[in-house]
Structures are given as C-alpha cells and as structure tokens.
C-alpha cells in the first residue's frame, strides 16, 4: 500500500515529481509498463468471471447487468463507470483534486478496451455444469488477485475504482479497508437492484459475487506474505 500525503489521495511521490517536471527516467518507463500489465491481467480475470456465470466481481457487477440488458459492452461500460467515478472524485475532492489525476480518465478507457478484447479472447470459455462453472469463477478470481497486485506494485496511481474509495477515506476518515468494503457492497446492491428492474432476474450477481469480494483480497495478501517470507 503506498503512502499518500493528505491532499493526494490518489497518487504516490513518483508521478508527482514527473509533474513537477522532471524528466522521466527508464524506470518510470518500466513502472507504467508494469501497472498496464496489472491492469491487462485484471481485465482477462473480469472477463473470465463473465464467463463464468455465477457472479463477477463487486468492481464490474454493473457493467454486467447493463451489458446483459442492452446492445452495449462491458468494456465500454467499465469505460462509463470508471469515468463517472473520476467525475466523482472531484465532486469529493474539490480543491484537493490534483490535475495528475485526471491521468485516471485514459486509463480507465485502455481497462475497458482491455476488457472487451479479454472478452472476446476468451469466449470459447462456456462452461455447461455448475462444478465448472465454479473452476472458472475461482480462476477468474485468482488471476483478477494477481492483477491488482501487479498494478499497485509500481506505486504510480490506482485504477478510479480505488480512486474513489480513497477520495471517500480521505473526507469521512473511515479506514481505506472499512470504506473498501462499504464501497464494494454498495455497487453489489445496485447492481442487484437494476438487474431486477432491467431484466426481471439475477444477472452478474450471484454466489460467485461473494466469494470474489473476499478472495480477491485474500489472494493479494497471499502473495504479499509470500513475497515477505523470501
């Protein structure tokens, strides 16, 4: 976890200087390589879980149900939501919302290119039996974990999903794990009740929902622990 001054919720020191304009040195180079990697791997786990049919993630819940009940993608969905969750930071944020941030908007659009590709990449995954469906739904979450861990490794900025969680944390001053939680489930809930209002069914939420809320989280600290003991 990077440690955020007060007023730059978002974004650790390194992109800070790179604002201040200093010039970028190679390893920043490797570090923005290493977060879209993060981010691409995150966005195959999103797709997977789609597949899956038992429940995505808390994080893509509303893509789904909307891409289940309309002409429109997920990933262009992913795209809406992260953008609207930028706009939202600085309806938080207001004067401490810092330009930089503002790098959030292309990113959240490459996470739902990504997405889309991730999708279609892996649309021979169709599994018929419920126990499959379960094997597939536990990869999804596995390699979404890896994902997340792989993008916070270099320091630079979260995904706006997290963003926003951090703009919350920053004005409630609720713990980031705390409002995490609230966040997530609050997306769950929505997602729930616009799947009944559009399609009069359960759609993108389901068992697999839960056991993804908890280990996502659960394989991030898995591979922390590992790291420490080497």
Not at 23 to 41: E, N
Not at 117 to 125: I, R
Not at 183 to 212: C, K, M, N, P, Y
């Amino acid at each position: 976890m990077v440690q955020k001054s007060p007023d730059r919720p978002a974004l650790a020191e390194a992109p800070q200087k790179e604002v201040a304009g200093k010039k970028p040195r190679a390893g920043s180079l490797r570090r923005w390589l290493t977060f879209l990697l993060g981010v691409w791997v995150m966005s195959i786990g999103i797709a997977l879980s789609v597949h899956g049919q038992l429940g995505t993630s808390p994080i893509s819940n509303i893509p789904a149900v909307i891409d289940a009940a309309t002409d429109l993608s997920i990933g262009s969905m992913v795209v809406a939501l992260n953008i609207f969750f930028v706009f939202m930071q600085m309806l938080i944020l207001r004067r401490r919302f810092k330009a930089f941030q503002l790098v959030q908007i292309p990113i959240a659009i490459i996470f739902g290119m990504l997405v889309d590709l991730s999708y279609y990449l892996t649309s021979w995954v169709q599994p018929d039996h419920y126990i499959m469906k379960w094997v597939v739904t536990i990869l999804a979450a596995l390699i979404l974990g890896v994902g997340v861990y792989i993008q916070i490794q270099p320091k630079l900025i979260y995904l706006p999903g997290e963003g926003i969680v951090m703009a919350l944390t920053q004005v409630t001053n609720v713990r980031f794990g705390t409002m995490k939680q609230i966040f997530d489930w609050s997306l769950v809930i929505i997602a729930v009740i616009l799947s009944l209002v559009l399609l009069q069914r359960l759609e993108g939420v389901r068992e697999g929902t839960v056991f993804a809320a908890f280990a996502v989280g659960g394989v991030v600290k898995a591979i922390e622990r590992f790291k420490a003991r080497r």
